[in-house]
RNA sequence: GCUGGCGUAGCUCAGUUGGUAGAGCAACGGAUUUGUAAUCCGUGGGUCGGGGGUUCAACUCCCUUCGCCAGCUCCA
C-alpha cells in the first residue's frame, strides 16, 4: 500500500490514493487537490514534483503565489528557453540557468552572440514547446555518464560544473528531445508556462568571475497566464517612468555632463530637495547630541598611508600634486576625523563623542558602473563619527539604528538590513574582528531587526550593518551603513583617560544615515515618482489666475504665501488656465491656487491638490496655516481636507 | 574595466538600397482673456557626439575616440 502525502500550502497534509504517479499528482490532483483544500481556484500553477515516489513521501504543492512556486515555475522556463535557443543555435554552450525574482536567465556561449534580433524565433521555439506540453522527466545519472554527455557535447561549463559535483547526486531534467543538467524541481510538463517573453540580453562573467569568460545572459520571464505577464510589463513600463534620471530632467533637479563623468550638477530645484533634506538632517543631529565638523577635501599622502586607504583603496582614488608634495583628494572622511579627535586630551566623560560630517568625497569609479545619482563619483555622505568606549558600543549602535528608522520611516521607505563581516583584504587582529562582529549582531538582535549575514563584504577596518533601499525598478542601493572600528583608533593611537587614570582605547563608529545624499535623492525622486512631499517640493504652490485682470490678486496671494515662507510661484503667463494646471501637473507642485472673481471677492483661494485634484475654496489665512502644518510637521499627504471618494 | 546596444534641434523621436535633414513638445513673436490636465497662427533653432578613412558624394559604410544605456564584476 503506498502512502504518499501532498502538502498543502497552508500547511496541512493530506494523504493522495494508491496508483497515482508523481506525474498525474502533479500534472492533474495537485492543482485539484489545493483547490479543494483551499476552497479557491487557484490562479496559478502547481509546480515541483519529482518524478520518483517513494512509500511516506510528502510531496509539497507549490503554487504560483510562493516564491518557491515562482522559482519552480521560472526554472522551468529557463529550460524551455535553453531547448529553443538549442534548437536555433544548435552549436550553443549551455552554462546555468536560475530563476531569479520576477523571471529567469540563461547564460549562454553563442557564436556568433545572440541578439534581441533571435528573440521572435526563440519564442516561437518556446511556444512550439509549450504547445507540445512535453512533460520534465527526472533522471539519476553516473558522474561519468554525465562527463561523457556534456564532453561530447562540447560543452566546457557543463563539464566544468558536473567535475564539482558528486557522484550519485547528478540528474537530469529530461524535455522532449531537450537534456539539461539540474538538480530541480519542475514543472510537471511545458505546457503549464502559457506566458513568457525573453526580455533582454547582456553580457555576464562565467561564474561571476571577472577573470573568466563572458557569457551572454538572456533574461526572460514567465507567467501561468497573459494577464499576469502583461501586468507585469506594464508595471515595468511604470517603473521605467519614475526613473530619476528621466524625472530629474523633467523636473529640472540635476545634469550630467560630458565635461565630467559621474559628478552631478544640481540645478535651483534640485538644491531645494538636498537643502530640505539637510535641515531635517540638521535638526535631527543637533536632538541626538552630535557636533558637526568639516575636514579638507585632500590630504597629504602620508595620512592616507597612515590610514591604511594607500594599500587598501588606491585603485578609487584621486591624486594630485603641488608643490612637490603628493596628495589624494579623499575617498572618505574618517582620517580628517581622527586628527581632529587626536587635538585634544580626550576623558572618558567626553565619550560618545559623537561628530557628523557633511563629508564630499571623490572616488573613481569604473566607468561602466555609473548610474545617475545613484552610482557617481563625487558624492557628499552625510557622515558621522562616534568615538566610545567598548561598554557603550551597543547602545550607540542601538542609537544609530534606530535614527536610520526614524529617518526612513518618515519617507515611508522600507529597506532591508544586511551584516556584513571580514573581507579578504583587511586590517586588524582576529579578536578585534570578532568582537566587533558579534557587538553589531547582538545590537540587532537586541532591536528584534531581521538580518542576512553578508559573508567578506564588510569594509577593510571593520564589519558593518547596511541599510539597502530599492529603486524603481527593484534594484537595490545600499544607503545607511553603520561600521564598527577598533582598527582605525589603533593606527592614529586614540586615547582617552578613564576612570583609572590610564589611558585607553577608544572604539569608533562610521556611519552614515541618508548614504550619498546624491543617491538618497535619487532614489526618492523614484519613490515618490517625483511628487515629493510639500516640505521637499520644490515649488509648493504656484499662484494660477483665470485671467489676466486676477494677476493683482494672484500676485498678493503668492506675496502673502512668500512672507510666510513658503516656495510660491504666480504663473502670470499669457496661456490659458488649463494650460497653467497641466503644467503644474507635469511639474508635481503639490498645490494649485486657482483665483479668479469669486476668490478676489471673498479673499480666497480655489484649492486644487496634485492627487486629490479639486478641494474647493479656503481662505487665504486658513490655507496658509493648514500649508504650515503640513510643511512643519513634514507629512506625506496633503493636511487638507479631501473629499472621501465613492 | 568587461560583453552587447545606442549617440540626429533643449526634450521625445522619424530619416527608405549612400545623393549635404524632418515632426511633436519646448523656446521666441503675435492674436486670444479663458473656472480645474494641452487656444490658434507664425518664427528661429541641428558642421547628424568628436576625429580619421572609403567614395564623385557619408547622418547612412569602415576605423578610432568620448559619452550614454542594460547587465556582469565592484560599491555609498
Known amino acids: 500500500m503506498s502512502m504518499i502525502f501532498v502538502q498543502l500550502p497552508d500547511g496541512s497534509k493530506k494523504e493522495l490514493s494508491e496508483g497515482s504517479s ?20 487557484i490562479n496559478g500553477a502547481v509546480a515541483g514534483l519529482a518524478t520518483t515516489l517513494n512509500d511516506g513521501d510528502t510531496v509539497e504543492i ?79 545519472v553516473s558522474k561519468a555518464e554525465a562527463l561523457n554527455h556534456f564532453r561530447a557535447q562540447g560543452d566546457i561549463y557543463k563539464v566544468e560544473l558536473i567535475e564539482g559535483l558528486e557522484d550519485g ?157 603628493d596628495y589624494a583628494v579623499k575617498p572618505m572622511n574618517c582620517p580628517g576625523g581622527m586628527l581632529i579627535y587626536k587635538t585634544a586630551k580626550r576623558s572618558y566623560r567626553d565619550l560618545p563623542m559623537r561628530m557628523a560630517e557633511l563629508g564630499t568625497v571623490h572616488r573613481h569609479e569604473k566607468s561602466g558602473v555609473l ?125 582617552y583617560t578613564g576612570p583609572d587614570g590610564n589611558a585607553h582605547r577608544p572604539v569608533m563608529i562610521h556611519r552614515v544615515i541618508y548614504g550619498a545624499i546624491e543617491r538618497f535623492l535619487g532614489i526618492l525622486i523614484e519613490h515618490f515618482a517625483g511628487a515629493f512631499p510639500t516640505w521637499l517640493a520644490p515649488v509648493q504652490a504656484v499662484v494660477i489666475p483665470v485671467a489676466s485682470a486676477f494677476e493683482d490678486y494672484a500676485k498678493e496671494v503668492n506675496g502673502a504665501l512668500f512672507a510666510r515662507g513658503f516656495r510660491v510661484e504666480v504663473d502670470d503667463s499669457t496661456e490659458t488656465m488649463k494650460y497653467k494646471i497641466r503644467n503644474a501637473q507635469t511639474q508635481q507642485i503639490p498645490y494649485m491656487l486657482v483665483v479668479g472673481e469669486r476668490e478676489r471677492e471673498n479673499r480666497t483661494v480655489a484649492v486644487r491638490h496634485r492627487r486629490h485634484g479639486d478641494l474647493g475654496s479656503l481662505s487665504l489665512d486658513t490655507f496658509v496655516e493648514r500649508l504650515g502644518e503640513e510643511v512643519r510637521t513634514r507629512a506625506l499627504d496633503t493636511a487638507l481636507a479631501v473629499p472621501k471618494a465613492e
Open 62 to 140: 507549490l503554487t504560483f503565489d510562493t516564491r518557491e512556486g515562482q522559482d519552480v515555475f521560472r526554472h522551468s522556463a529557463a529550460h524551455l528557453m535553453a531547448s529553443a535557443i538549442m534548437k536555433v543555435r544548435p552549436n550553443t554552450k549551455l552554462a546555468i540557468g536560475p530563476s531569479i525574482e520576477d523571471g529567469f536567465y540563461y547564460d549562454i556561449d553563442a557564436d556568433p552572440p545572440l541578439t534581441e534580433e533571435d528573440f521572435p524565433a526563440i519564442e516561437a521555439e518556446m511556444a512550439a514547446l509549450v504547445k507540445a506540453d512535453a512533460p520534465f522527466v527526472r533522471r539519476e
Open 169 to 325: 547526486a547528478i540528474t537530469y531534467y529530461d524535455n522532449g528531445d531537450f537534456t539539461d543538467l539540474c538538480r530541480g524541481p519542475h514543472l510537471p510538463s511545458t505546457g503549464r508556462i502559457k506566458a513568457f517573453k525573453l526580455l533582454s540580453v547582456a553580457g555576464a562573467y562565467w561564474r561571476g568571475d571577472e577573470k573568466r569568460p563572458m557569457l551572454q545572459r538572456i533574461y526572460g520571464t514567465a507567467f501561468p497566464n497573459k494577464k499576469q505577464l502583461d501586468e507585469y510589463l506594464a508595471l515595468r513600463a511604470e517603473a521605467e517612468k519614475r526613473d530619476h534620471r528621466r524625472l530629474g530632467r523633467q523636473l529640472d533637479l540635476f545634469s550630467f555632463h560630458t565635461a565630467g563623468p559621474g559628478f552631478p550638477f544640481f540645478h535651483p530645484k534640485g538644491m531645494i530637495v538636498l537643502n530640505s533634506l539637510l535641515d531635517f538632517w540638521h535638526e535631527e543631529h543637533r536632538k541626538r547630541g552630535y557636533g558637526q565638523v568639516r575636514t579638507p577635501i585632500i590630504l597629504d599622502r602620508g595620512l592616507w598611508e597612515q590610514s591604511g586607504h594607500w594599500d587598501h583603496y588606491k585603485e578609487n582614488m584621486y591624486f594630485t600634486q603641488i608643490d612637490e608634495r
Open 371 to 495: 548610474h545617475g545619482l545613484t552610482r557617481v563619483r563625487m558624492f557628499t555622505q552625510d557622515d558621522a563619527h562616534i568615538f566610545m568606549t567598548p561598554e557603550q558600543i551597543q547602545k550607540e549602535v542601538i542609537g544609530v539604528i534606530d535614527f536610520v528608522d526614524t529617518v526612513y520611516s518618515l519617507f515611508g521607505l522600507e529597506y532591508a538590513v544586511e551584516l556584513s563581516t571580514r573581507p579578504e583584504k583587511s586590517i586588524g587582529s582576529d579578536e578585534m574582528w570578532e568582537t566587533a562582529t558579534s557587538s553589531l549582531k547582538s545590537a540587532l538582535e537586541a532591536k528584534g531587526m531581521a538580518f542576512k549575514i553578508n559573508e567578506g563584504d564588510g569594509a577593510f577596518y571593520g564589519p558593518k550593518i547596511d541599510f539597502h533601499v530599492r529603486d524603481s525598478l527593484k534594484r537595490s542601493w545600499q544607503c545607511a551603513t553603520i561600521q564598527l572600528d577598533f582598527a582605525m583608533p589603533e593606527k592614529f593611537d586614540l586615547e
Open 22 to 41: 508523481a506525474l498525474d499528482l502533479a500534472s492533474g490532483i495537485g492543482r485539484r487537490l489545493a483547490e479543494a483544500a483551499m476552497g479557491a481556484r
